[in-house]
Every structure is written in C-alpha cells, then in structure tokens.
C-alpha cells in the first residue's frame, strides 16, 4: 500500500510539476528559437522571467517532491516494478495537458496513453 501511495505521488507531482513548468515556459514566451548570437541573451531572458513565476517555483518544487518521493519507493521495491510503474505519467501528462493547458492531443496520442495503461496492466498482473 506504502509502495502505491508513494508511486502516485512520483506521477502527479511529476507530471504535475512538468505542467506547471511548460505553463510558466508559455507565459514567459520560452518557445521563440534560439540563433547563436542572440541565444545567450535569450537564455538570460528565459532565466531572468522563470526566477519570477510562481508556477515555475511551484513546478520545480512538485518535481524534487517526485524525485525525492522516487528514492524512496526505489528503496523498496524493485527497479524492474517502479520505471514501468511510472510509465502512468503519461497518462496524467496527456489528461492534464488536456484539461488544465488547453492542448489538443490528437486520437493518435490517446491510442499511445491507452497502449501504456495496457503495458503498465500487463506488468502489474505479473508482478504479483
């Protein structure tokens, strides 16, 4: 039970905090391209305006909670049972981008979320 409580929070913190970063990342306006002379300049841009988002903060502070959350569940359960476990990530990630971005995620993506719930189903009815 311990196991699953902590697997849940490396999945939504993560994915949680990966979204409150691409949001921060949109609003800043991170996805103009980089050219080699203005890149540094850009960079310093990038860095100056995430430092005062709340949402990158937020963001970051979600992702060292699901890596921290990580070392913990790694501590007692195999490798072989967590990285496919948080293959679930990718369900969230395509639900909250979903919900909470306003991304449109194409048939296509969803066939891929579904394909990777099965794989996870699969690898937890041969773990027991």
């Not at 203005?38 to 060292?64: D, K, N, Y």
């Not at 195999?78 to 476990?85: H, I, K, L, N, Q």
């Not at 639900?95 to 995620?105: D, I, M, Q």
């Amino acid at each position: 039970m311990r196991t699953a409580f902590f697997l849940s929070i490396v999945i939504v913190a993560g994915t949680g905090g990966e979204m409150l970063v691409a949001h921060a990342m949109k609003q800043i306006g991170g996805s103009q391209s980089f050219t080699r002379p203005a890149s540094l300049h850009l960079i310093a841009h990038l860095v100056g305006h995430g430092v005062r988002h709340g949402a990158m903060w937020l963001g970051l502070a979600l992702q060292a909670l699901a890596f921290f959350a990580l070392l913990v569940v790694l501590s007692w359960a195999d490798v072989s049972f967590v990285v496919p476990a948080t293959a679930l990530n990718y369900v969230v990630g395509a639900a909250g981008s979903a919900l909470f971005l306003r991304e449109r995620v194409s048939r296509m993506r969803w066939a891929g979320v579904l394909l990777v719930c099965l794989g996870v189903g699969v690898m937890f009815a041969s773990a027991h």
